[in-house]
Each structure stands twice: as structure tokens, then as C-alpha cells.
């Protein structure tokens, strides 16, 4: 059974959250919105939010065998990795399908930091184990917020912390008396601050006042999940169920639109064979869609002329765009961009009865993440 | 060094022999690669103390008759010196039970004790036999294709199937012997189809039976290398394979511990499944959920063999004139109650022993006017590796403590005695790996052979059905490679 975790930023968190909205992920207890999730969005847009993101899964691992183990683990190559620098990677079930998706950050030379949104913790103890490298499950040791923005630099510099840091990078820093980790290992264009636990509040209070002149608000993670869909970026346990069985082969990466995660020329990752022969057989493919609506409709049937096509996953309103938006999954034949379908739309208060909205397809990203201002 | 093959064979037993062999029959330029100096595994002879020789396995029931008809062993010196051992049960306080080919002469044998099981015993062969050889099918060869229900012997333990058909201890506890060459137990779910898979196999062209070949085991095993040398085959012994060579997830050669590369398409691997992947092949290449589950391993007793040089053959022997397999425990419950001892590393108290006198049907095992008495000790904990002294001497002294309570004057007779405990039979010979009976029985010839990785056979004695020595795992994993056509 998941416990249920307090955030070391929750003293914070929860001052703040005025509607006393509450939501859990990973086990951790968190804001969904402190105002609403639209503005909070429209801020990471405009000025700058800060978000706790203590939920995201971290293990280091280390060993003589790290190498190898990442080797056999991962759909990519760790070598040419340098200490404070990072690469985006899957991990696949022995039958090719997704088990998980994340960061991983080479800290020493037998040293890597595996970050992810889910946790898959009796896959890589099984792996580690086999490989004779340690895995320790830092997640609870630390806290971590992210700083998301046009003016994310701007209220780093302010706070004292050099910005100049490049995407996938990181570097361990000694803040005015404190031990932290800086990177940009998210999807979303900003800054990660990683610090002990107890250090939580101080590192919060610091952000907060640093981005107070730049109107630094917190975002919940409904506004997260806003942002998220704008990228076109979806997730594990939210979006899609990781391929929990050893032999599965489904969610396959070429589904996902995750093989950019892959490198081909890598012949010995595990699943390697299940998802090169599962490739020729999948039928369908990740898109987004624009709802002619304000209303999302999450986990929701898709059809075009009558026939059923496809399902959305996550659905949000967003407030960039002004239109509900979705990542789903459709039938191959029926994912072309500007395909016209239509999608049930949930009963609410407002339209209590059940009613069908048009949706196009659309290239994803809908909206590039915000670019930090330098 | 570095050359190029069609086929590599690691490990030069029994199975590797044979697979060998049929590669080059087929036209494949094919290397056997055996760590050892000597070729054949555990079909060896053992010479020890002044003239006597131990034959590590003493009988043979499921010589693969189509590896000898098409190897033609018999060019090659094999021939056998006793075709059709019968089963002498010596237990309790019971006269001897001889269990034999002849149904009449079980019949009237089991007169004695029990009326029931002598009318009984007649239909009851006859339905077992045909049964097992209707299973053939699915053992014999890589279809597997069975037409008969065999579900009820599938799920019955074989202890409660003789148990409806029986009421003699002694006739139950010679069938229930026949399993445990398998490391399989009597209690054991899919026992009763474990003895059918033993009922199911042949020697010297007898269905059942249990034979001794001239010179022992290590005679077919040499028939084999002058097999495989005249197929073309090269040879080299002495020689350690460090890993197997792999690109992803396909073969492409193997690596010696001196350094030499040698390439193939293909490689036979004769150790078990665990111990390749496990030594010769980059972790978890087979996958990390497979590799996870390999490592949980399935308790099973170990085997001992012992071997002791006589002036004289005991009294017992003169059952059936020494030309027999003579069984010795006091009961059907203290075979069980040994094997599940054993199999939780207790050395049990009462031993199930299996006799058997080489010298009565070849002179060579013995200097003239001796005996050569050949001991299979099963259920033994696996983990006894006689590094302690004390430990041989003690399993010595209990098998002719436990062979004396039936005839006091055997220990007079002990001129000399050779010991291989199971820690010295893994190490010689590798590993065994187990699998419940009802899994192993039933598992296809595909799932024991192939590997996820491309080009690589599983051909040794663990890719059998069950453990013994066979050659059908060698020709079937060869057929099955030469089938894929990658060479």
C-alpha cells in the first residue's frame, strides 16, 4: 500500500493553498491548484511559478557494474555521459513494452541519479541486484521545486544562483550555507532546485522572495498537467499504464511517440528484440487534439463517422490556447494532423446531459514550453 | 588464433557428442570445445586401488536408439553386456522381490505376499507400457504430439496412484525407485508421469529396460567421439570457453580463457541453462524479468555414488545370480521421508541405495576373483561436498551399515571403496539444474533447447526431460538448429 507522504515543502504548500485543494501522486500529498489551475498555467507563461515536484521518483545508483547495469537497463547510452550532465531515456519490460521514462544524471564516475514520474521500484532493485550495484531511494531524503517561467532566470539570479546552466544539465551547489542541486532535467523550459529536507522551507522562502518583484506565484500540479499537455508531453500512471508484466510488450515506445528515446544503434538494451518485432504491429499512435470546447474530456471515445478510433488520455482546458486540449491514441489510418473526429464530452452542472464535441488533430507540441528570459 | 566455424559445441559430453556429431553429418564445418582432458562427462570409468574400476554411472535406460542407428555406435565398439536388468527390492524383513520383464514371474513372485498384486500385476504392465508408449511422442521427438489423456497420471502423486493399485510395500517401492535417478519424489506431483517417462524409454531395443553396456557408459561415450571425429568434427580438449560472444542478442562465436576468438553462427551449449547464462554470457541478456525468475532454483536432493572393491559377492547378489539392480531401503514411506530430507539439506536416516555389480557381466571392472560392487546413493543433501574427511568416511560407513542389516558380513568383504560425493559430481561435471517433475516433463523441446538469444542451443543433460544418460537432447537441439537454416 502507497503511504501517504507530506511533502517537505508542505508547511508552504499549504498556506497557500486557500481552497484547500488537495491531490496525491507518487504517495505525496499536493496542491491541485492554489487559485486555479488556468491562471496558474498562464503564469508559467507570463511572469513565473514555482511548483513542488517532491513527488518525482529519484535513485542513485552505484557501483563498479553502474555502467553496465544502465547498459542493460536503459534505450540509451550512458557513456558518453560527463559528470553533471544528463539524457532522457526508457526502460522496457523483456517483451519491448514501456515500464518507465526519465532523467538519468551521471553525478561520478560510478555515479548515476535515475529521476522519473513514476515510481518502478521492483524493476530496478530486480535489475541492480542482478549487476551487484547499490540502488538507494532518495526521494524522501529530499525536497525539490521547480521554477518555471520567462523570468525563471531572472528570480534565480535574484535569489543568488547562477542561472547559466544548459537543458539536461546540473550542478551541486553551496547556496548561501546550503547544499543543492540545480538542473533542468524537466520538460517544461525551467529550473529544478533539489535540497535536503529539512533545508525545504528555507530554499521555498529564498525562491519566493527572490521572484516577488517578477510576481512568482506557486502553480499545483493541475497547472503542471496544463503545461504538460500543452508540450504534448505524456505520463506514466497518468496518461498511460507502464507495461507492468515482465514479457509485456505493450505500451509499445513507437505508440508513445517515445522512440526518439531510442538509439538504434544501441544492440543490447533489455526488450530490444520485442520492441524491434512489435514495431510492424502497432496500430496505434500518440496525437493531440484541439476540442472544439472548454470542457475536457479525459478518458474519453473517440470516433470518426460513427466508427470508434481511438481514446483521449489526459484532457485540459488551456488557457493559452482558450480550448480544451487532449493527448490521445488513435488507429494509424485515422491520426493524420487536421483529421476531424468527435469526442463524448463528460456531463457537468452547466450540461448535465452527455453531448459530442468536434476535435481536430494537431502537431504536437500544441504550445513550446516557456523560455526562460535571460 | 582466431578461426571461423559453422558451429561450436561447448562441452564434450554425452549430448554434446551427439550434437556434435549430427552438425557435421549435416555438412557443418562444427568445433567441440571440452574443458577437460577427457571427453564423455560422466560416462567415465574411475580406476581405484589395485585393479578395480568405478564406473561413475552405473546402467543406461534411455539411450536415444536413433543416436545409435544413425551414429552407428556399433561400428564404434558400442555393444551392451547386460541387456535387461530386472529389480531385486530388498527391504524390511521380507524374502527378496524380484521384478522382472517375465509378467509370470513377477506374478508368482509377488504369490507370496499379496494375491491381489500378482493377478494385478499382469494388467497392470501391460496398460503402463502402452501408455508410456504412447507418451513417446511427446519425449521423443520435437513435435510432441500426444493424443492420449494422461491428465489423472499428471496430477497424482505416484505414491497415491501404486497405492490404488497395490498392497505390496516391496513391488510400490521398486516402481517408486525407478523415478529417482530424476531427483524427482514419490509424493511429488507429476511423479506417476515420471515413472511413465522411465517406463517410455529403451535400451537394447527393450522398452524399460535397464542395461549395462560393455565397458560401462564410458564406452558409448567413446563410441560417440569416434562418431563425432569420423563425422569430421574437430576436437580440443583441455580447453576452457571464458564467455560466449554476442552482438545484441545474437551469437556470433566464443572467447577461450587464452584469449582466442573463434566465430560461428551458432553455439551449443551442453551445461545447463543457468550456469551459461549465468557464466558465459553478459548479465541478463535473456531478459531482466527472465533472469530474475532463473535465479530462484527448486530444492532437490543430490545423488552419491560410491563404489567398493569385494573378494566376495554377498549373499543378496545371489538373487538373480548379481545380474540385477538391487534396491535397498526398509519401506516405501522411508524412501519419501529420505528424499524430502535430503532435499532440505538433512542427510537422512535411512538411505535408498541402488546395486549394482559391473564385474558379474564385465571382467574388466575387477581383478580376477573380486568384485566390483557399484552403489547409487539417492537422496543425499546436495550440498555435501565431502570437503571434511570425516564426511566420506561417515557416508561409507552408513551405506555398509545400511547394507550389513541385511547381510552382517559385507563389511569383511570391503577390500577398498571410492566415494564421489554430490559436491564432487557437480564440480567434476557441472551442475544439474532441476525443475519440478510435472513442469519438466511437460515443458516443450523448444522451450528447453532455444534461448532468446539468436544462435544459441541449450543441448545438455538439462534439456532433457529428465536427467539422464540420453543423447536426444544433442541430435533434437542439432536438428532444430540445422532446421532455422542460419548456416
Redesign the interface.
Known sequence: MTPILASPFHARTASSNIQNAWTSRNGFTLATAYASASEEALAARTSVVIADISWRWRVMLQGPNVKVCLDRLLTRDVGPLEPGSSLKALWLSDGGGVRGAGAIARFGKESFLLVSAARDARWIEMTTALFGVRAHDITLEQGGISVVGPYAQHTLSAAGLDPEIEPLQFRKLFWRGLDVTLSRWGELGGYEIWCGAEDAIIVWDRIVTAGTPFNIQPAGLSALDVLDVEAGVARPLRDWMPANDGNASIPSPFTLKLERLIDDAKLDFNGRTGWISSRSIQRRTLIGLELESDIPAPHAPLFRDGQLVGHTMTSVYSPGLRRAIALALVDLDHSAVATKLTVSLPPSMEAPVPRDAAAWIGDLPFLNSPVPIA | MNDTFDAIVVGGDVNGLTAAAYLARAGRKTLLVEPRNELGGDCENIAFSDGFVMPVLHEVHALDPQVVRDLKLARFGFRLAARDLPAVVISGAQQPLVVSRDAFLTSRNLGGTSRVDSEAWGIFRYKALGLARALRAMWWSAEQRVDVDFDQILRLPLITWLESKFESDALKTALAFEILESGCSPAEIGSTLQLHWRLAQEAGGLQAACAFPAGGPAKFAEALVHAARAAGVTVRTGVRVDRII????RVAGVVLANGEEIFARMVHCSASRAETFASLL????????????S?VSWPAPGIARLAFGLDALPEFASTNDGKARYFIIDRLASLVSAHSAAQFDQMPDELPLELVFPSIFDRSFAPIGQHLMSVTVYAVPRTTDGSSAGMRESLVAKVLAAIARRVPEITRHVKASHVLMPGDLSARYGMDATMPAAIRLCTTWADRIMT?VDGLYMCGRTAEPSRAISGRAGRIAAEMALQRGLV
Do not use: K, V
Open positions: 554476442t552482438l545484441g542478442c553478459p548479465t541478463a541478456i535473456e531478459g531482466i524479468a527472465h533472469s530474475a525468475d535465479t532468446p
